[in-house]
Each structure stands twice: as C-alpha cells, then as structure tokens.
C-alpha cells in the first residue's frame, strides 16, 4: 500500500531491534523501502541490509553532503565505482548541499553534486536530493546546466510554493516526510498547490519522526501517519493517498526494472 522513499534502515540505531522494526513496517502497510546512502561508512551496513531483504529494500548510492570533505574525491570515485558494477541501483543518492551545520565545503559540495547529476543522466538514474537550507541554491545549479539535467526528488521537501513550481517544472517530484504532521510545519499550502502525481512519501528513518513521535526515533512503520495528513489536506481517502504516491514511486524509479534483482 506505501512505498518509503527514502528511509536509512541500516542505521545503527537499529541494531538493537531491525526485525521487530522492519516486522512493524510490514504491518504498517508499507511494501517498499528505498536506501539512500550516505558515504563510505556506510555502504556495507545498507548493501548487507538489501541483500537480505532483497524483495523489501532497494539501495541508492551517491555521497551525502554532509560528508563532503576533504577526501570527497576519493568518495566520489568510490561511487562511481559502485555505478560501474553489473548490478541495479534504484537512484543516485542522497546527494546535494547542506548550508546548515558547516558552508566550509560548499564549493566541493557544488562540485560533487553537479559531477553526481552527470552520472545521473549517463546512467539513466534518478536523483535524491538532500537540501538543507540549500533549496534555491539547488535549484539554480539544475536549471543552469546545460544539456539534459537529471530527474529526481527533493527529498524532505520543506520549501514554498514557488520553490516547488521550480522543483516540478524541472521534472522533479516532492518527497513529504514528518514534517508535513508538525504544527508549524508549513507544507499543507504546498500540499494543497502542487498536483497530486508530483508527491512521495517518505520517513527519513531513523530522523523526523512525525507527530505524536517527534523528537524520537523514527521508523517505517510511522509512513501512514504521513499519508494521514496529506490525505486529511487532499481531503481523499487514505487508500487513495497509498495508491496516488505508490504510482509516483513506482514511475519515478522506475521499480518494475527490481522484479529479478540482483545485489552486489
């Protein structure tokens, strides 16, 4: 009935209960979660993760802002090493700028966006995007590329209107997490404005847990709480909600490709 788009399950901060936790996330209704990568670190915990639950996580790769550094480039080459290998990935990501805790490395974290959205396109992958603080600066880089530019999400969209016309009209969907169920958490105008095919649903497990969990550790299984708002906003049923951001899934990364996986 859900798909979680965007969802780090091979977090440690799982270990002590991931199958209970993925266990809840089935009885929640959710039939998909994708993995988004982060960086060298982290790579083996979330390919070990798909491998062993191949029919329920689909691993992305890319490097996260966030972990731009000094050595981005040797973490870049890792990456595309992973995009050489004879193996599916379901998106490049999470890549993008983070401008909130440290600009130190905002040049490289430009450059290792923009060479990201490159692999993108020549590997035919969409991108997820992660922009803290960042969306407009984000959006410029897209639109001042020349040639084709990737398809993709932003995900944990927290923008404006006029942020989301842009992220739409560059082919982009919205990925709305918790955030949407906060009280002052300001999307239910952007929920109301932007059409019904350009949403995802997300968690960004184990971060942004929804109401009545926020502060805590978010899960999977929180995904219909989600879903309970954009519908309550939509003003559809719940079902519909399931069914409208599955489709929007199923097509943006293009999942039908995942019916014989195999993982690396």
């Not at 960086?39 to 731009?68: K, N, Y």
């Not at 040797?74 to 595309?80: D, G, K, Y």
Request: glycine share 8%; hydrophobic share 40%.
């Amino acid at each position: 009935m859900y798909i979680d788009t965007h969802t780090h399950l091979y977090s440690s901060k799982f270990d002590g209960d991931r199958p209970a936790m993925l266990a809840r996330a089935r009885q929640a209704g959710v039939d998909l979660a994708l993995l988004p990568a982060i960086d060298r670190s982290t790579h083996a915990a979330m390919l070990d993760l798909e491998r062993a639950q191949p029919e329920f996580c689909h691993a992305m790769i890319g490097l996260h802002p966030v972990s731009v550094k000094e050595d981005y480039e040797e973490e870049l080459a890792e990456v595309h090493r992973y995009l050489q290998l004879p193996r599916k990935w379901v998106a490049i990501g999470e890549i993008g700028m983070d401008l909130h805790w440290d600009t130190t490395y905002r040049p490289q974290q430009e450059d290792a966006f923009v060479r990201q959205c490159g692999w993108a396109v020549e590997y035919d992958l969409p991108i997820s995007i992660h922009a803290r603080m960042a969306i407009d600066e984000l959006l410029d880089l897209l639109e001042g590329m020349s040639g084709a530019h990737p398809r993709g999400v932003f995900h944990c969209f927290t923008g404006d209107v006029g942020q989301a016309d842009r992220a739409i009209a560059l082919g982009f969907a919205l990925g709305i997490g918790g955030v949407a169920t906060f009280k002052n958490g300001g999307l239910e105008g952007v929920l109301r404005h932007v059409p019904k095919n350009a949403v995802l649903l997300e968690t960004d497990a184990p971060y942004l847990a929804p109401t009545p969990y926020r502060g805590k550790r978010n899960e999977t299984a929180y995904l219909p709480l989600v879903a309970e708002k954009i519908a309550a906003v939509w003003g559809i049923e719940l079902s519909d909600v399931g069914r409208i951001t599955t489709q929007n899934a199923r097509q943006l990364f293009d999942l039908d490709r995942f019916a014989e996986n195999s993982v690396a």
